[in-house]
T-cell receptor, first 112, second 117 residues
Framework: SQTIHQWPATLVQPVGSPLSLECTVE??????LYWYRQAAGRGLQLLFY??????ISSEVPQNLSASRPQDRQFILSSKKLLLSDSGFYLC???????????FGQGTRLTVV | AQSVTQPDIHITVSEGASLELRCNYS??????LFWYVQSPGQGLQLLLK??????LVQGIKGFEAEFKRSQSSFNLRKPSVHWSDAAEYFC???????????????FGKGTKLSVIP
């Protein structure tokens, strides 16, 4: 069966520090991968999606970037965090051509 | 562009009472519609989905939802709420990326459900 792993679960980082959140999927090949951010009272915002290795599309211009170095690995990064980057970050995957997304457990990021 | 509106930010119901969470969408074609549930500090779990066919869909945990094209709605219902249903519920609409073989989910802002014992 397919599983999705996301870590760390909780992260506190100072303003201006770098960020790296990792997401891996097991049990499937060539998944579509997604990064969402959930801010309080604002629902889920799609940040990035990827349909293959090295293929990243950004939905919202911001202080973050994403990379997909391997088929089942999706990384969310920042060179310098801002206070406004605080939030709950969710990784998700779907099969190619599929509409149902499967979510990781999320990372709570607090920028101080 | 597609959009999803969940008009109720927070709903409180008594255990055993019936529940209806509202969802309205804006989308030009026949939408793919979803309801997800999120427990505090956790990811999202799919409750049910509508692609086509029967407009009343059954999901997990005793939930159901009805697609009404004339009202652009996809309301979630449960006849008798349990205390463990307390969570946040998200409605979403799916749209295919042109030629990309993938779909974008647009989520509503969520409805937080509290259950009184």
């Amino acid at each position: 069966s397919q599983t999705i792993h996301q870590w760390p679960a909780t992260l506190v980082q100072p303003v201006g520090s770098p960020l790296s959140l990792e997401c891996t999927v097991e049990g499937t090949s060539n998944p579509n991968l997604y990064w969402y951010r959930q801010a309080a009272g604002r629902g889920l915002q799609l940040l990035f999606y990827s349909v293959g290795i090295g293929q990243i599309s950004s939905e919202v211009p911001q202080n973050l970037s994403a990379s997909r170095p391997q088929d089942r690995q999706f990384i969310l990064s920042s060179k310098k965090l801002l206070l406004s980057d605080s939030g709950f970050y969710l990784c998700a995957w779907s099969v190619t051509g599929g509409t149902e997304a499967f979510f990781g457990q999320g990372t709570r990021l607090t920028v101080v | 562009a597609q959009s999803v509106t969940q008009p109720d930010i927070h709903i409180t119901v008594s255990e055993g009472a019936s529940l209806e969470l509202r969802c309205n969408y804006s989308y030009g074609a026949t939408p793919y519609l979803f309801w997800y549930v999120q427990s505090p500090g956790q990811g999202l779990q799919l409750l049910l989905k509508y692609f086509s066919g029967d407009t009343l869909v059954q999901g997990i945990k005793g939930f159901e939802a009805e697609f009404k094209r004339s009202q652009s709605s996809f309301n979630l219902r449960k006849p008798s709420v349990h205390w463990s249903d307390a969570a946040e519920y998200f409605c979403a609409v799916g749209e295919a990326y042109s030629g990309a073989g993938s779909y974008q989910l647009t989520f509503g802002k969520g409805t937080k459900l509290s259950v009184i014992p």
